[in-house]
């Protein structure tokens, strides 16, 4: 094997040596400037930190004018400097001054050196600075050089990221690296959490950067790589991933990767250069990472967060890491950021440490969402790259309301949220005080305020709150967080835990709404091209029996003695109630044959989430004993809109006319035929909604256990027969263009009533 450049790795464990000297910070960036230039035979070598302020300072410099360290600055994107940091990539110029960004300081005395060549300074494709050398006579620099300087810059990465460079930061000033960054993205869960930092995969901090041996570092990467490649291949080749489908795209995007030769070819260079295996690909990853964030064609940008993951997978096999953060490490107020992650992930951390959570993906209907907000836990989805943006322990803060994120907040603003969350547990307070009143309006109609749940966790809400019941329990919930299938005993004995919890209060059991976007890891599905209307729900259930029957089975044991509430997802034909109503019969059949006790009475209901219902509602009063009105998946198929699609989510109000009068058929065929109606979904919990829902005649709604409190001093502050006369105005055929949301808003107003 032929040797690496002699000079690059002789200036790497010069570096090292100065790196470990007990001088001070500035001493030691003034030395490894000087050790730069002499290595490159260059006149000049300057380091530029980028501030806070979005400008780049001169800290360090040998040979321009040193008068003019911490004092001559550029912004970003102004001369070859700002350049550079702007996009994230080297200059290499034979004639800088001919260069169109080339801008003149005075100061420095740079204006008698021709040629130039600058790199980023990068961490996790951040720009954090600009490492630059300078001659007098013009050349082109070699791409060993280019090479050398770009691996050097990475050391003084990490010189920035230890901190050890905010000491000389001149006064009212401060580095990029620790800058407030507030960024908009969709609020999932209600709830303020100020915290600190927990990455949820926590990016792997390699400490060793200079090789010793070369031949070994570059065997030990070539381990690590097969080993990777087994890993992709395992994956590919199980039976669950199936021909075709999102989940194999993207694992065959993981092989491409995988495989990529100019990936490997970059990484052993870096090693000849005199990183360590580890430095090389954190070194390559963050070239890449730059490269990949600045590009506008979002599938280039999408194929980051795969090759982020594999190079992460690549750096845990060669440290010998798990992932995740250990159990010891877990701050008091931590807040969990991460790309994405599954409902069990979420359960492994310890709830009483847990104050917010924060990912780069993720919408309102997904699985960990759903645990987040049965845990209470402040979330917010979509925020762009902050797992590259943080780091562990900073200061953080996450507004789930505003689906807002504050990293590294000034302090005004960290105030201001304190603030906040002592307003908030005021307000709880006052919730708390109505949790025994029944939620009964002006006028003396009663409304039925249930609770959503479908956790073990969840139980202890049902008291807190004030619930009167159970109105919506996701049973799936459990067979998603499972490693396995619940075995027949183990569901028996979770539905009589949360029968015997509830008492005397009504719980309604969901059957299984899998399928869609709740995948099971055990559970062999097809792909489909359109899950959220395809193979789910009952028409699963009914086509797999077995599964159907043996929860039906659990339900109907638990249920011994005490009245069983079932409820059936994703109705669309009046013949899958039939259906479901004869698998039951052959339960019970099969329970009296073997002596087992029954219910005291069996109640079977469907959900309204499929617009077809709509024309059906005559009959489907007729063979269900009780109505609940899906509202999320009802107004995501009328409108045409995925609600799990950021771009069209929020494009349709709930509150809008076509809906509204849709809810009002359904409560008018239910109240005319004294069929029980209620509405679970987020209409329910939200005041305003919930104010709509009750003049529609909705006398029942199933919300968050957090979401009660506000919706009963919502209801206690209502007169149910104006609400009614106000809303069928809104809703009549001759009713203003204006928006009903705002006309409903100024009705609340004016009647005193909190929404």
């Known amino acids: 094997m032929r040797g690496p450049p002699a000079g690059p790795r002789v200036l790497l464990r010069r570096l090292r040596e100065i790196m470990a000297e007990p001088i001070s910070a500035q001493d030691r960036l003034d030395k490894i400037t000087k050790q730069i230039a002499a290595n490159v035979v260059a006149e000049v070598c300057s380091v530029y930190v980028l501030r806070s302020d979005n400008v780049l300072e001169l800290y360090a410099t040998e040979g321009l004018n040193r008068e003019a360290v911490h004092h001559a600055a550029l912004q970003v994107g102004q001369g070859l400097v700002g350049t550079i940091a702007a996009e994230a990539r080297p200059l290499n110029l034979p004639n800088a001054q001919n260069h169109p960004s080339y801008r003149y300081l005075p100061e420095t005395g740079e204006e008698i050196y021709s040629s130039f060549l600058g790199v980023p300074i990068l961490r996790a494709g951040r720009t954090l600075g600009v490492l630059v050398v300078q001659n007098r006579t013009h050349r082109t620099y070699y791409d060993e050089e280019v090479e050398a300087l770009q691996t050097t810059a990475m050391v003084m990465a990490e010189m920035l990221a230890v901190g050890e460079l905010e000491r000389l930061a001149q006064p009212g000033t401060s580095l990029d690296l620790k800058r407030p960054i507030t960024l908009k993205g969709v609020g999932l ?81 870096a090693i000849r250069n005199g990183l360590t295996a580890e430095a090389a690909v954190e070194k390559v990853q963050s070239d890449t990472r730059a490269r990949l964030q600045r590009q506008t064609d979002p599938f280039l940008r999408d194929r980051l967060h795969d090759f982020d993951d594999l190079a992460n997978r690549l750096l845990r096999v060669l440290m010998n890491r798990g992932h995740g953060p250990a159990a010891d490490e877990l701050p008091r107020d931590a807040i969990i950021v991460a790309r994405n992650m599954g409902a069990a992930e979420l359960l492994d951390y310890d709830r009483d440490r847990v104050r917010g959570l924060v990912l780069e993906e993720g919408g309102p209907t997904s699985h960990v969402t759903i645990v987040a907000r049965a845990l209470g836990i402040a979330s917010v989805g979509r925020a762009a790259n902050i797992a590259a943006l943080v780091e562990n322990g900073d200061a953080i803060i996450v507004d789930g309301l505003v689906g807002e994120v504050h990293a590294r907040p000034p302090a005004d603003v960290e105030a201001v949220y304190a603030e906040k969350v002592r307003f908030r547990a005021r307000r709880q307070e006052q919730y708390r005080l109505l949790r025994d009143e029944d939620a009964i309006t002006v006028d003396g109609e009663k409304i039925d305020l249930h609770m959503n749940a479908g956790l073990i966790v969840d139980l202890p809400h049902l008291t807190e709150s004030g619930a009167g019941g159970i109105g919506l329990f996701r049973t799936e919930l459990q067979f998603m967080i499972a490693a396995r299938m619940p075995k027949l005993s183990e569901q028996t004995a979770f539905y009589g835990r949360i029968l015997d919890t509830a008492g005397d209060r009504p719980v309604t059991f969901r059957t299984l709404d899998i399928g869609g976007d709740k995948v099971l890891p055990y559970l062999h599905t097809a792909q489909e091209e359109n899950p959220a209307m395809g193979w789910r729900a009952i028409r699963l259930g009914l086509d797999r029996p077995g599964l159907l029957r043996m929860q039906l089975r659990a339900l109907l044991r638990a249920s011994a003695g005490r009245r069983l509430r079932i409820m059936l997802p994703m109705i669309t034909d009046l013949s899958e109630i039939r259906a479901t109503r004869d698998l039951v019969d052959r339960e019970l059949a099969h329970m009296r044959r073997h002596g087992y006790d029954e219910p005291s009475e069996i109640l079977i209901g469907a959900m309204i989430e499929v617009p077809s219902l709509l024309w059906q509602l005559d009959g489907l009063v007729e063979v269900a004993d009780f ?86 001093a919502m209801t206690l502050a209502l007169h149910a027969g104006k609400t009614t006369e ?12 204006d928006g009903v949301r705002s006309a409903l808003a100024d009705y609340a107003t004016a009647e005193g009533v909190p929404f």
């Open 189 to 269: 869960c209600d709830g303020v959490g100020l915290g600190h930092v927990v990455l949820h995969e926590p990016r792997v901090v390699v400490t060793a950067l200079i090789a010793d041996d070369i031949e070994s570092e570059t065997r030990r990467l070539d381990q690590a790589i097969a080993s990777l490649r087994l890993f992709v291949d395992d994956m590919l080749s199980r039976d669950d991933i199936g021909e075709a489908g999102e989940h194999r795209d993207v694992l065959e995007a993981y092989r491409m990767f995988a495989h990529d030769r100019g990936w490997v070819t970059r990484m052993q260079e």
């Open 627 to 712: 109505i609940s009105v899906g509202s999320n998946d009802l107004h995501q198929f009328m409108t045409a809109s995925d609600r799990g699609n950021i771009m069209v989510a929020g494009r349709f109000d709930p509150l809008s006319r076509p809906f509204l009068r849709a809810l009002r058929d359904i409560a008018t065929a239910a109240n005319q035929s004294s069929t029980p109606i209620s509405l679970c979904g987020e209409m329910a919990g939200n005041p305003l909604s919930a104010l709509a829902l009750i003049g529609l005649g909705y006398r029942s709604l199933s919300m968050s256990a957090a979401a009660i409190g506000p919706v009963k």
């Open 726 to 737: 106000t809303v069928n105005g809104l809703l009549g055929d001759h009713a203003s263009d």
